[in-house]
C-alpha cells in the first residue's frame, strides 16, 4: 500500500499509539513515525524496541513537520498538550486523537488549534488490558471499528484519514460525538463501572473468606477481573469527562437489576429464562459480528512471525 501520511506524531506512546506503529509499518502507510511520551522511562522503552524511527522529549518537538498527529494521552491531557502543540503544527496537518470520550475532546482540544489544520476526532474500539510501548500489536486493530467523528472537517481530508484507519486493519464509521458518548456509555464504560465495582466488592470479601474468592475465580470473575485492570488515569478520566451519559446508563441498568432481583426473591423462573435468552441471542450477535474479544490475538500480545 502507498504512503498516506508522509511523517506521523504520536503523542503519548501506550497500548492503542505502540499498536499503530506496529500496524502503520505492516501496511506501510507512513513515510516515518516520531513519537513521544511524558515519561522519560517509556521514551527510553520506546527507543530501546525501535517503536518509532524517531523518539522526542516533547510533544512540541514531535509534531514539527508532521502530516498526521495523533493525541494518544489520557483524555484528562489533552487540553494541555494541544496548547503545547499548537504553535508547531504545520499547516494542512491532520490533528486526530484516540480518547473513548468525544464531546469533551473536541471542546478541551479545538478551541487550541491554529487556523489551516483539520481536526477530526477518532476512537478506535479496541484494546486490552496492558499498558505501555511493549504491550502494542500490528493485529490490534483487525475487524475492530474506529468511530471518526468529522464534526465539519473538510471532507476529503476525512476521506483520507477513513483510509489510514482501514489501512491499519479497522472498520470504520462516522458518528456524531454526543451520540458516540452514549453509545459507547452502553458498551464500554459502565461495564467498566461495573466490573471495578465487581472487584471491589469481592476485595471486601475476600478479607471474610480467607482469599478464596480470588483462588477459587471462576471464568465470569476472570473476565471481570481483567476489564477492571485497565489503566485507572484514562479511566479516571472518561468517567469524570462522560458523566451524563455514564449516570443515565447506570440508572437503567440499575433498574433491571432491580427486577432481577426481584424475579429471584419471587421465584418468577419465567422472567429469569425470558431474559437470558434474550441476553443470550445479544452475545451471539457480538460473536456473529466478529467483535468477540476472545479473538486470535486479542488481548494476548504480538502474534509470533
Not at 499498558?131 to 464534526?151: H, K, T, Y
Not at 481530508?157 to 479497522?170: D, F, H
Not at 433498574?255 to 451471539?284: K, P, S
Amino acid at each position: 500500500m502507498a504512503v498516506i501520511y508522509d511523517r506521523v506524531a504520536l503523542i503519548g506512546l501506550g497500548l492503542i499509539a505502540s499498536s499503530m506503529a506496529h500496524a502503520m509499518r505492516r501496511a506501510g502507510v507512513a513515510g516515518e513515525i516520531v513519537g513521544t511520551a511524558r515519561s522519560a522511562e517509556t521514551r527510553a522503552i520506546a527507543e530501546e524496541i525501535k517503536l518509532c524511527d524517531r523518539i522526542v522529549a516533547s510533544a512540541a518537538e514531535a509534531v514539527e513537520g508532521a502530516d498526521l498527529v495523533v493525541l494518544c494521552v489520557p483524555v484528562g491531557a489533552m487540553e494541555a498538550v494541544a496548547r503545547e502543540i499548537a504553535p508547531a503544527l504545520k499547516p494542512g496537518a491532520v490533528i486526530s486523537d484516540v480518547g473513548s470520550v468525544k464531546r469533551a475532546v473536541i471542546e478541551a482540544v479545538g478551541p487550541h488549534l491554529p487556523e489551516g489544520v483539520h481536526f477530526i476526532p477518532a476512537h478506535p474500539l479496541a484494546g486490552t488490558e496492558h499498558s505501555g510501548p511493549r504491550s502494542g500489536f500490528a493485529e490490534l486493530f483487525d475487524n475492530r471499528w474506529c468511530i471518526l467523528v468529522p464534526d465539519g472537517a473538510d471532507a476529503t481530508q476525512v476521506a483520507t484519514y477513513r483510509g489510514y484507519w482501514e489501512s491499519l486493519g479497522a472498520n470504520v464509521e462516522e458518528m456524531e460525538a454526543d451520540h458516540h458518548d452514549l453509545v459507547l456509555a452502553v458498551t464500554s464504560h459502565a461495564p467498566h463501572l461495573i466490573a471495578y465495582t465487581m472487584v471491589g466488592v469481592a476485595d471486601d470479601l475476600r478479607r471474610v473468606t480467607d482469599s478464596e474468592v480470588i483462588k477459587y475465580s471462576a471464568a465470569g470473575f476472570r473476565d471481570f477481573t481483567r476489564i477492571a485492570a485497565s489503566d485507572p488515569t484514562m479511566w479516571r478520566d472518561v468517567f469524570l469527562t462522560n458523566k451524563d451519559a455514564t449516570l443515565e446508563i447506570l440508572g437503567r441498568f440499575t433498574e433491571e437489576l432491580f427486577a432481577l432481583q426481584r424475579a429471584i426473591r419471587m421465584g418468577d423462573g419465567a422472567h429469569l429464562h425470558d431474559y437470558f435468552t434474550r441476553t443470550r441471542a445479544i452475545r451471539r450477535g457480538i460473536i456473529e459480528a466478529g467483535q468477540d474479544t476472545d479473538a486470535p490475538n486479542f488481548g494476548r500480545g504480538p502474534s509470533k512471525r
